[in-house]
Structures are given as C-alpha cells and as structure tokens.
C-alpha cells in the first residue's frame, strides 16, 4: 500500500495528549465527575454507581448519574425511572429525576421500548455518549457518577478523553482478577492524568443470618494486598445482599438503606 500524500500535509497522530474534551452544554454546571470502572459486566458496577449517588445525594449534594454502560444499561431501572420522564425543548434535553431529586440520563431512556437492545456501531455510540454532555441540560451538580462500560473499549476512551472526568472508582469482585483489573485501571488513569480514588469489592462476603458471621464464600479476598502494593484506598467491603437485589431491580433503590459507601467521604475531591 502506497504511504504517498501527494505532498499533503501529514494529519496529526492522536495521542494522550491531544485535546479532545468537548463543551457542556451552557444549561449545565457539573462540579466533578466520577468514573465508575469494572473489568468485567455483572460486578455491581452500576449498584456501586448508584449507592454512591445515593450517598452524596442523603448528604445534601445536588447529583447526577450518566448511564454510559450500553452494555447493560440498569441505572434508569435502578431508580424506577422511564422514557416518559424525560423533557426535551428546543433548546435541551433534561435528565429524569429520581424521587429523591437525582437526575438521570441513560440510552435506555431515549426508547419507549426499555428491554430493545441497543444495535449501533461504536462511533454511533461514542457520538450519543458525547450528546449526553454537549445536549443535555444538567443544571447544578456537586457530583456526577459515570457508570461505564466494563473494560477499556471506545466508550470508556471517549468519556476519558471528552469529559472532564475528576476522578476513577475502581468495583471488583472476589473471583475477579483484581490485580490485573486494577492495573489496567491505572494505566488508563495514569495516561487520561485521572486519579484512582479507591476500590470497593462488592459481594465480598455473606453475614450468616443467626450468627453474624462474615461468609467468603469466593474465597479469601485479595484486595488488600492489591491496594496497599498500589497505594489505593479502599472505599468499600460489601457484602452479598439479597435486599439490595430486590431493592435495585424494582426500581426502589432509594429505598436501600446502607452505610456501605460512607467511606466515600475521605476519598472524593471536595466540591469547589
Ligand atoms: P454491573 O453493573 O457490574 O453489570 P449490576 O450492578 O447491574 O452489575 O449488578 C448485577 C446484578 O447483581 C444485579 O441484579 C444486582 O442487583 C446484583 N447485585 C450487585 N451487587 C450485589 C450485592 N452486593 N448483593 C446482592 N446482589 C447484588
């Protein structure tokens, strides 16, 4: 294959570097944005999302949750809302409000139809990605959490590189890789210059019912050794929930009392 450019300028290569970010739209004031990061689908990645949403939402901050797991995008489930909580003008579109004022934008929201699956190409879905920060009319926001697709694909590219992403919660499992996931976790921190705020392991463990005692029926945990050899906090230990299933998966989650993300309090960067 010829490499000849008839003498055309040469395009620039795409690096880390290069400036991709992209203007919200003037409707929105968003404070900090975190990243929710998982290797895999099925961790709880989008439960970790909203419990944290739920924690700076009890604690009096205005919050926002994007749903960017085309994947399996639950959030508007999670929080029981639907298609016809949107309101777009001319001039916007706005998020749905949860219940308790937490504002939510999901693929899922802009089909009537909540189970069609989503059948694009990636730069079809970056694009959408992308209309979710320059369209949407966000208002105020302290925090907005990011649920992510799991991995290191186009979306995850693209939100890294197009928004102003303050800062990566990283959620694994016992069975997970957790070493790997968390280094290439901070590869991609490291080369976006985002910093890690932490870990949680989500289903770490089950509380005997009579007992009280903490089950590892996955095993002995490894998270410990992972975030002392990488110097990351741990932000969490949850353990297996049943609750938190049938709260989550019927709409209710704001009806989910837990203190599990309390440590969230030592680790995300205060609001300016
Ligand atoms: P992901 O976003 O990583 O794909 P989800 O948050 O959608 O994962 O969780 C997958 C399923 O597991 C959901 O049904 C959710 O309610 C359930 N789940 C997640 N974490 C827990 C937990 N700690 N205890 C019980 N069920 C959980």
């Not at 749903?67 to 489930?77: C, L």
């Amino acid at each position: 294959m010829s490499t000849q450019n008839n003498g055309a300028p040469k395009p620039p290569t795409p690096s880390a570097q290069t400036d991709f970010s992209i203007e919200a739209h003037p409707g929105s004031h968003v404070n900090k944005v975190i990243a929710v990061v998982s290797g895999k689908g099925g961790v709880g990645k989008s439960s970790v999302t909203a419990m944290s949403a739920l924690w700076t939402r009890r604690n009096g901050y205005q919050t926002a949750v994007l749903d960017a797991d085309i994947t399996g995008p639950s959030v508007p489930k999670m929080f029981g809302v639907g298609y016809a909580d949107l309101v777009a003008t001319e001039e916007c579109l706005y998020p749905a409000n949860t219940i308790t004022g937490i504002k939510v934008m999901s693929m899922n929201l802009l089909s009537k139809q909540e189970d069609a699956p989503v059948i694009w190409r990636s730069p079809v879905i970056t694009g959408a990605i992308k209309q979710f920060w320059t369209d949407v009319c966000w208002g105020y926001v302290d925090y907005m959490f990011i649920d992510m697709p799991p991995g290191t694909g186009d979306v995850p590219l693209t939100v890294f590189q197009s928004f102003p992403v303050d800062g990566i919660i990283i959620v694994t499992t016992p069975q997970d890789l957790v070493s790997m996931i968390v280094k290439k976790a901070l590869g991609m921190a490291k080369l976006m210059k985002v910093p890690v705020l932490g870990i949680v392991e989500n289903m770490s463990y089950v509380k005997c019912p009579h007992c009280g005692e903490e089950i590892r029926i996955f095993g002995d945990s490894h998270v410990e050794e992972i975030a002392e050899k990488y110097d990351i906090p741990i932000i969490a230990r949850i353990p297996i929930d049943p609750e938190m299933t049938s709260y989550m998966d019927t709409g209710r989650a704001e009806y989910y009392e837990s203190t599990f993300m309390e440590g969230l309090k030592d680790v995300l960067p205060p609001v300016d």
